[in-house]
């Protein structure tokens, strides 16, 4: 099952004895592949010695390969799946850094946006409903929301250039600085977006365009609690606009759902228990493996010192400041056991009727909108 997934993977990673080793197939996207593999790294020093021994396939793309019915699941890691593809998610690079766009590693960044959610509070905000993102990668029709003299969709929409940021120092896209607007709009792109925890922890009501993809902690998420849904379809714009007009009438309401998608992110999304999830999920993999790893002829051995000693600027800024500095006092957080069929059938019939409340009273306030 292993080799079964060599094909679309970036490279093999292989932990034995404490040690990992590499063997690297083709290369991904902008630095992707490298911080996946520094994070793993700090994993090691964080548990030292606490990791079986295994082998995986890991593929550093955007959009899973969908499987068809008869068709086994290959042992493939990825940043996010869908309910088409068996693929193991796991935490994204961003994490760790984002070299190319110059977002800080995840710890440092989530700090910095905490501050800034202090310095305007929630009603004095501005009460529209904000994105900023490169509409080029699957989301041009998000565009066609933005307000217009002809018509107001509550939104305010911004292209992000990454070109020209990269030439003027990133002015216009620290993220910390970005959590002004009472609502922030989740959308994806080509696939889940790197984007989401950041809207999420930013104390705005999150209008979630409901995501085909799932990444590895959005699953646990629910409709009016965490985050407002937002059918994606040809009335996605009025959809917006409802969204914005419920929560400036019901702010006490809409300010709950905004602080506690922070509070989820802030407690449940702490680097520590990131990398709890990246051990439990690697050692319950291990467990399946019917055989015993072996490092290939190609690989070579990989520490966290061979990485960072070579780079250089941003990148070797973000593994300093993203390095883990000394092995954890405890163990890893205990791991709940997973739903009975039965109860997990509960919980996403859960979120699918809230997701039709919101639908059936945006109906409602359009219907009395038509006999007025």
């Known amino acids: 099952m292993v ?54 396939m890991f593929n550093c793309d955007d959009t899973p390969r969908g499987r068809g019915p008869k068709e086994g699941p290959p042992a493939l890691f990825r940043y996010c799946a869908d309910q088409g593809s068996k693929e193991i998610v796991f935490p994204d690079w961003s994490f760790w850094g984002w070299v190319e766009t110059n977002i800080k590693p995840w710890s440092q960044l989530l700090e910095e946006i905490v501050e800034g959610n202090k310095r305007t509070k929630w009603k004095d905000r501005v009460p529209f409903a904000y994105w900023r993102g490169n509409p080029d990668v699957g989301r041009k ?109 019901h702010t006490d309401l809409a300010q709950k759902i905004a602080n506690t998608s922070s509070n989820f992110i802030r407690e449940e999304l702490k680097m520590d228990y990131v990398y709890d999830y990246m051990f439990h999920v690697l050692n319950e993999y291990s467990k399946l493996l019917r055989f015993k790893p072996t490092v290939p002829p190609g690989a070579v051995e990989l520490c966290s010192e061979t990485m960072a000693c070579p780079a250089t600027g941003v990148m070797r800024k973000f593994m300093e400041d993203s390095m883990v500095k000394s092995p954890s006092g405890s163990s890893p957080c205990n791991i709940p056991p997973p739903y009975d069929p039965s109860t997990l059938e509960e919980f996403i019939k859960k979120k699918s009727n809230l997701t039709r409340q919101v639908q059936m009273w945006q109906h409602e306030s359009q219907n009395i909108n038509k006999t007025q």
Not at 9 to 24: D, Q, S
Not at 168 to 178: D, H, I, P, V
């Open 141 to 249: 029709d998000l565009m066609a929301c933005r307000g217009s003299n002809e018509k107001e969709w509550n939104t305010h929409l911004y292209v992000q250039d990454w070109g020209k940021e990269t030439r003027t120092g990133f002015k216009q896209s620290n993220l910390a600085e970005q959590c002004t607007h009472r609502y922030k709009i989740y959308i994806e792109g080509w696939a889940w977006s790197v984007s989401e925890k950041y809207i999420l922890a930013c104390d705005s009501m999150t209008l979630f365009l409901m995501p085909r993809y799932y990444d590895f902690f959005t699953r646990g998420m629910v409709p009016l609690q965490h985050y407002w849904p937002i059918i994606r379809d040809n009335n996605q714009c009025a959809s917006l606009k409802f969204a914005v007009e419920w929560g400036n009438n």
């Open 3 to 56: 080799e079964k997934a060599k094909k679309t993977a970036n490279f093999r990673l292989v932990i034995l004895n404490g040690k990992v080793y590499v063997e690297k197939y083709r290369p991904s996207f902008q630095t992707r592949d490298k911080f996946t593999l520094w994070g793993i790294l700090q994993l090691l020093r964080l548990y030292p010695g606490k990791l079986p021994d295994l082998e995986l």
